[in-house]
């Protein structure tokens, strides 16, 4: 055989083995992870708040942040926790799909806008809940977010004391004291600005308690790095 077929067989046998099947609908998307109409179909945000990223007319303050102030500053998402969106972040959370981090991180850092911060912590995992996954979704997509906009990561930044039920299997009035004294500060972030990253925002009120306990230590402000909001009806 001659060179120049050897090296067509060998080109098409590399492309033959770098194509896969779209993570969300399964059809065949070449060397991505999304074919083009899952990407397409990834759903944006409605104008949101700032504050907690529920959407709100012309993306001013809620009524809720008003009334009742988070102990976040800001909120920023990129999409709708809906489809196809909703079966990636379960990809990566129950199937350990770990390309999906940076596919992620990718996303999310534009929506930062360059703000500036001083470090940023992933939400943690208790140790149980860690040795049963393998993993923390939230240390994966923190850490190539961190390195795509150039601020320091901080792994162990914040601790989870307690193992507790799963949010999403409580009712929403019983969420906040699930977590109530869950967290703890591991890092000295006295007078800094905190990014905290983390997959899915619900109620808030997992994110809400981990500011709490970073602003309790100091923290000067307290952003949610979030790749995607659940919209309350």
């Not at 770098?18 to 609908?25: G, H, K, V």
């Not at 806008?113 to 049963?132: C, F, K, N, S, W």
Request: proline content about 7%; glycine content about 6%.
């Amino acid at each position: 055989m001659k060179s120049g077929a050897i090296f067509d067989n060998c080109r098409k046998l590399r492309q033959l083995l770098s194509d896969q099947d779209c993570l969300a609908c399964g059809c065949a998307a070449g060397r991505e992870l999304l074919c083009p109409a899952c990407r397409a179909d990834l759903p944006a945000l409605p104008e949101s708040c700032p504050r907690c990223a529920l959407p709100s007319p012309a993306g001013e303050m809620c009524g809720r942040c008003l009334a009742r102030p988070p102990h976040f500053d800001r909120t920023i998402a990129v999409w709708r926790y809906d489809f196809p969106c909703d079966r990636l972040i379960q990809a990566l959370k129950y199937r350990a799909c770990l390309p999906l981090a940076g596919f992620f991180a990718a996303a999310l850092a534009p929506r930062t806008g360059g703000r500036v911060v001083d470090v940023v912590i992933p939400m943690p995992l208790h140790r149980t809940r860690l040795a049963e996954r393998g993993f923390n979704p939230s240390v994966e997509i923190a850490r190539e977010l961190a390195r795509r906009v150039g601020t320091p990561f901080a792994r162990a930044g914040a601790r989870r004391l307690r193992h507790t039920a799963q949010q999403t299997r409580l009712p929403f009035a019983a969420r906040a004291a699930n977590v109530r004294g869950a967290f703890a500060c591991a890092a000295d972030v006295r007078g800094k600005r905190i990014a905290v990253v983390d997959d899915v925002m619900t109620t808030g009120t997992t994110l809400e308690e981990l500011a709490r306990v970073l602003k309790a230590a100091g923290a000067a402000m307290v952003e949610n790095w979030i790749v995607a909001r659940t919209l309350l009806d």
